[in-house]
């Protein structure tokens, strides 16, 4: 299949889910209690859900690691049950829990990954090192994994997991626990790994992350997923929260101008010191922007600011998962 090769998700399908369930134990309840869901070939695509939702173990079972109870998962068209050797030709995976051998060197980790997808010894060697030092580890390269801190570690992993140049790459909370440089540095890779058209597909709790990087995001909840979009779209399902916000000088401005907009459906003005005035439109119509800065000069005052209101990602997902603690 064409490498797009310029960030954009291509229309095609390369993982598929399709009623999923799994249940650890015949009477337990269900880990994943029915999922669907496909990813498009080049996407980033982001399952975000509160501790204990299924984010993982959905992961697992498209990874291989995990058995279903029902249901199926393919990639590429290869169902993960029935050929698993393919599906993990194309895929790596960065796991929640570490899973490094502490008691190996990192290019160690890194060569002996590659040898089980059959790299040669030359080819695998400078792979790992243009990967370590890509990693920034090219100077620990040599010392044993039980001396890394948790953040090295974490970006072994990652570098392990581009050894085989991987066509769809799943990463389990890839960055918790690490610094705002090492943070950024992932996001940066993540984005770069995009444009050169792999997929992936990434759990997280950080919103500014899932908002940041992925192009749709699946919220899951008790096994389920409870809403699919983008972020953007995510945002407009609070709409008492969007609509927008403005900073004037001069006359108090009157709050019945303002709520005869079109779209406008609840308008707050309060004093913001100095003779400012804060002006809060609520609403979605497309042109109250336009129409609130035409309604500010016709009435004569000065716009010092105008600001779009919007749901966080993380009003949203409290919205929709509640705020119990799993
Ligand atoms: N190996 C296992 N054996 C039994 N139950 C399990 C196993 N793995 C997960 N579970 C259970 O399945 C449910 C879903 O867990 P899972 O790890 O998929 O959630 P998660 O969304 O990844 O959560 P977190 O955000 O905490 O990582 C939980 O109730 C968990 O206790
Ligand atoms: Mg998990």
């Not at 369930?21 to 669907?36: E, F, H, S, T």
């Not at 090295?152 to 997991?161: E, F, K, P, V």
């Not at 050894?163 to 610094?179: A, C, I, K, S, Y």
């Not at 609509?243 to 609840?266: C, Q, T, V």
Request: with cysteine.
């Amino acid at each position: 299949m064409a490498n797009l090769g310029c960030g954009m998700a291509s229309e095609q399908e390369i993982v598929r889910v399709a009623g999923l369930r799994k249940r650890y134990r015949a009477d337990g309840p269900d880990a994943v209690a029915g999922i669907d869901f496909s990813v498009r070939e080049g996407e980033i695509f982001g399952l975000l859900g509160p501790n204990g939702a299924g984010k993982t173990t959905t992961i697992g079972v498209i990874t291989t690691r995990v058995r279903p109870t029902a249901g199926s998962a393919t990639v590429d068209g290869h169902d993960v049950a029935g050929e698993p050797v393919a599906v993990k030709r194309l895929i790596a995976v960065v796991p929640q829990m570490s899973n490094l051998d502490r008691s190996l060197t990192a290019i160690e980790n890194l060569t002996f990954h590659a040898a089980y997808f059959g790299a040669g010894r030359r080819e695998r060697r400078e792979r790992a090192m243009e990967l370590l030092e890509r990693f920034g580890l090219g100077e620990r390269a040599k010392e044993k994994v039980a001396t890394y801190s948790g953040g090295m570690a974490q970006r072994l992993m990652i570098a392990r997991a581009l050894m085989h140049q991987p066509r769809v790459l799943f990463l389990d909370e890839p960055t918790t626990g690490l610094d705002p440089q090492s943070r950024h540095f992932l996001w940066e890779t993540m984005l770069d790994l995009r444009t050169r058209g792999t997929t992936l597909v990434l759990t997280t709790h950080d919103m500014a992350e899932a908002d940041r990087l992925c192009d749709r995001i699946a919220v899951v909840d008790h096994g389920r997923i409870i809403a699919l979009d983008t972020p953007r779209g995510l945002r407009g399902l609070l709409p008492a929260e969007a609509g927008i916000d403005l900073l004037l000088e001069g006359a108090p401005p009157a709050a019945a101008r303002f709520e005869a907009l079109s779209g406008a459906e609840k308008v707050e003005v309060s004093e913001a010191g100095e003779g400012r005035w804060r002006v809060r439109v609520y609403g979605t119509g497309a042109g109250l922007a336009s129409e609130a800065l035409a309604t500010t000069s016709a009435d004569g005052n000065g716009l010092i600011e105008l600001r779009r209101l919007e749901g966080s990602l993380e009003d949203v997902f409290m919205h929709l998962t509640g705020r119990e603690m799993r």
